[in-house]
Every structure is written in structure tokens, then in C-alpha cells.
Nanobody, 125 residues
């Protein structure tokens, strides 16, 4: 049974940084794409970033976070990270990690089969 567990959320001031972790277990992820999504109150869940376990860890970012967030993976630890710098109040949301086997479509939620429970990130002004 594949399980994803996020950690690292919290309360920070604008301009601060957080690093989120997503620990994956229960499967082999070499063919997977790992994604980070977020959902703010009253808004739809939106794509944040994605990384491929293979292909040298190719990364993809939403325009809203490009240049501020960095996604990475530690293959030995089966863990994906999201380093978030220069945080803004607009980044406040529940952040979830996800895993999907098909790698052609990265943005929609239906492209991912497994989801973590999420971790709250709150950025105060």
C-alpha cells in the first residue's frame, strides 16, 4: 500500500522560508512523477511543482512559484522536498504531495493516484 506523508508545514512571516518533506513508502517509485499541490480556503487545488524520479530528476513549476520554490528528491530516502523561499501570504494553503505513474500530464489532480494528507502552511503579513 503506497503511502505519502508530508511534514514541515508551519507558521512563518512573509519573506521567510520553509522546507516541506514528503516521505513515500509501500512501493517502487522509479517510474513515478511526484507532485506538490496546494489548496487555499475557497480555492481549487492547484499544481505547484513536480519532479520525476528518473530522467535526472526533471522539474516543473507553476509560474506563481517559479524562482522561489525548489523541488528535489532524495532517492535513497524515498523523499521529495519542497524548499519554499520568499514566502508570501498568497502561499498560505494546505500543501499535499502526490504520486502518479503516467508522466505526460502533470498539472491536473487526476494525473496522480496517491495523495498525502497535507500539511498546513500559513504565511503572515
Amino acid at each position: 500500500q503506497v503511502q505519502l506523508a508530508e511534514s514541515g508545514g508551519g507558521l512563518v512571516q512573509a519573506g521567510g522560508s520553509l522546507r516541506l518533506s514528503c516521505a513515500a513508502s509501500g512501493g517502487t517509485f522509479s517510474r513515478y512523477t511526484m507532485g506538490w499541490f496546494r489548496q487555499a480556503p475557497g480555492k481549487e487545488r492547484e499544481f505547484v511543482a513536480a519532479i520525476r524520479w528518473s530522467d535526472g530528476g526533471k522539474t516543473y513549476y507553476a509560474d506563481s512559484v517559479k524562482g522561489r520554490f525548489t523541488i528535489s528528491r532524495d532517492i535513497a530516502k524515498n523523499t521529495v522536498y519542497l524548499q519554499m523561499n520568499s514566502l508570501e501570504p498568497e502561499d498560505t494553503a494546505v500543501y499535499c504531495c502526490a504520486a502518479g505513474r503516467q508522466g505526460l500530464v502533470l498539472v491536473p489532480t487526476w494525473a496522480y493516484e496517491y495523495w498525502g494528507q497535507g500539511t498546513q502552511v500559513t504565511v503572515s503579513s
